[in-house]
């Protein structure tokens, strides 16, 4: 039991703001999340769990079941447009090291599991926060509806785009990254790729096809076009096809071309890529941000759903640990800012790196790689995977 914290709403059905609600109701606190969606339904494609996250979530309890319904990844690998490999490393080797698999999960099938571990009634659907007002005894949330609801704390985890972030801090910009993304999940053999992810670097554009276990292949590709862009999912595939369809794989079941034209148009999610720089604060009064409200990243690292269960957990433990509210939310933002900055400033110079458009820059830029001893590679990348929370 927390004694200054009976009741927590929690705006936002992600990752984070489900991680949070878990680790909160376990600890005694009565929780209710509030989802702007209608129906809890298939949506996203595919994620990966670095060892950071699956250790978290194994506080949860459910590590387990996390690594049993995803698919182990064995390797990485950054390849050429004509499939030559620039540079990989070997994630058993992370096993080793951090104690924890990397693995590929599907986003749905991770919501599921999370929304299990919760109790019956602890998620309302179709509940649009539209602001708050907070005194000394409390916060009150309210949404579309007409609905108003109390608590002692306000957890803001509704995404980038976040209504009380911009209640909050009003003055924070979006800032595009030049570059735009689909995603797509895709019926097919995945043991062919032997739990390779690999992602292929061309000249302002990259794709990234990743094993998910049940014979499913989660893909993703980006290229340098500008913001807001509007066309049918038809118009959308056709687009994709047409920059990629060249582009080689090493297995012609899993071949870039195979797996776009095997997608349903209507199933190929688009979006435009956005982060902002790090806040200086997250938090006021009884209202706190988690997850992307509060430290949106480009995907370039694969961290943006491990830093929402990281943050998750060690909101919990501050809280659980504090003496009253004002410290406790203070110690979150000390533990988890340095943190966050610094995954989203390295994920978004990596983001320009990868964008490389000038030919001669991306023929030194896949010179570099290619010379760099995979172990540098794997050593640049265990800061931000050995974490533990």
Not at 29 to 52: R, S
Not at 269 to 289: A, E, H, K, M
């Amino acid at each position: 039991m927390i004694h200054f914290l009976k009741r927590a709403i929690v705006v936002g059905g992600g990752i984070g703001g489900l991680s949070a609600a878990i680790a909160l109701d376990q600890m005694g606190v009565e929780v209710t999340v509030y989802e702007q969606a209608g129906e809890v339904g298939e949506v996203g494609a595919g994620l990966i769990l670095w060892p950071n996250a699956i250790k978290a979530l194994r506080k949860l309890g459910l590590g387990k079941e996390v690594v049993k319904s995803g698919a182990k990844i064995f390797r990485g690998e950054i390849c050429t447009p004509a499939g030559k490999i620039l540079s990989g490393w070997d994630s058993g080797d992370l096993e080793f090291r951090f104690g924890a698999p990397v693995i590929a999960i599907h986003r749905a099938d991770m919501h599921k599991i999370l929304l299990s571990a919760l109790p019956p009634g602890a998620i309302r659907m179709g509940m649009v926060c539209t602001g708050f007002q907070q005194d000394d005894e409390g916060v009150t949330a309210h949404f579309a509806n007409g609905q108003s609801e109390r608590a002692d704390l306000l957890i803001g985890a509704d995404g980038i785009h976040s209504p009380l972030r911009r209640q909050l801090f009003p003055e924070v910009a979006l800032r595009y990254s030049g570059y735009i993304a689909w995603r797509g999940v895709v019926a097919a053999a995945d043991e062919n790729l032997r739990g390779i992810s690999r992602e292929y670097w061309g000249r302002g554009k990259r794709f990234g096809i990743v094993p998910l276990g049940n014979r499913r292949i989660y893909w993703y590709a980006t290229a340098n076009l500008p913001s807001g862009q509007t066309s049918s999912a038809a118009q959308r595939k056709e687009t994709l096809l047409r920059h990629f369809s060249r582009w080689h794989s090493p297995l012609k079941s899993v071949a870039v071309k195979t797996v776009i034209a095997a997608t349903p148009a209507e199933a190929i999610l688009y979006n435009d890529i956005y982060d902002f720089p790090p806040l200086s604060q997250w938090r006021r009064g009884r209202v706190v941000l988690l997850g992307d409200a509060a430290h949106a990243t480009t995907p370039n690292m694969g961290q943006g759903a491990c830093m929402a269960v990281e943050s998750s957990l060690t909101l919990a433990r501050c809280l659980a640990d504090g003496k009253d509210l004002r410290s406790s939310l203070r110690q979150y933002e000390s533990e988890r800012m340095p943190r966050t900055a610094w995954i989203t400033r390295r994920s978004h110079r990596l983001g320009r790196l990868g964008q490389l458009e000038n030919p001669i820059a991306c023929l030194l830029r896949n010179l570099l790689v290619w010379l760099t001893p995979d172990q540098v590679m794997k050593k640049s990348i265990e800061k931000a995977v050995g974490y533990e929370v």
